[in-house]
């Protein structure tokens, strides 16, 4: 027995370093933040009529604000302060069921639980679905996601970091960013 338990303790120490890389491996992983891992739906561009993928990382976020440097862009500018990525993936087929369940689902299933809440879910009966999900860190958002699964459409966006729901509204057709339905408050008229 002595010696059994010598043999496994040798093999526990030889296998630890490979145990902590995975152990790293899985709290990466868990820990991602607002950022989500939607890299698996690449192979959807060869079965859609048009793509289009934004990957806007922190570093181009601090590019990219600087060519809004017109005082008409100062709005987009105070809305990109402090945004860290904006990542959007939009399929468009040319028929129904081009993408699976599964699909949307690997999406879905980092949504789920944890951190993030959802705040809008729209169910048609023309199978548009559309679930809008928050990153919430005390008062402050820290991420923002839109999920759109359409019978020719499918379409992810991910923004990553603090974000101002009233001021969202302009990046809007910005970046490949899709109306995202959040009305603006319209300004009082005085009389």
């Known amino acids: 027995m002595k010696k059994l338990m010598k043999t496994l303790f040798r093999i ?23 950022k989500l891992q939607i890299d698996q739906l690449d192979f959807l561009a060869n079965r859609a009529s ?11 976020m601090q590019t990219t ?11 987009i500018r105070d809305v ?15 028929k129904e069921g081009e993408y699976s369940p599964a ?16 705040i809008v879910s729209v169910r048609s009966k023309k199978d548009v679905n559309v679930e809008v999900y928050l990153m919430m860190q005390g ?17 992810v966006v991910n923004i990553v970091g603090p974000v101002n729901l009233e001021k969202l509204t ?6 490949g960013v899709p109306d995202l339905g959040i009305e603006q ?6 009389d």
């Open 185 to 190: 408050a319209k300004p009082k008229k005085n």
């Open 103 to 118: 699909e949307v689902d690997s999406v879905l299933s980092q949504l789920r639980g944890g951190a993030w809440s959802k």
């Open 12 to 34: 526990a120490f030889k296998l630890a370093p490979v145990a902590l890389v995975f152990a790293g491996a899985v709290i990466t992983a868990n820990g991602q933040g607002a």
């Open 170 to 175: 302009k990046l809007e057709g910005q970046f």
């Open 139 to 155: 008062d402050q958002i820290e991420g923002l996601a839109v999920i759109s699964a359409e019978p020719k459409e499918f379409t």
């Open 50 to 60: 048009e793509t289009v993928e934004v990957r806007l990382d922190e570093h181009l």
């Open 80 to 94: 990109l302060k402090g945004v860290k990525g904006i990542y959007v993936k939009s399929f468009t087929f040319a």
């Open 65 to 75: 604000a600087k060519l809004f440097s017109d005082r008409d862009d100062a709005e």
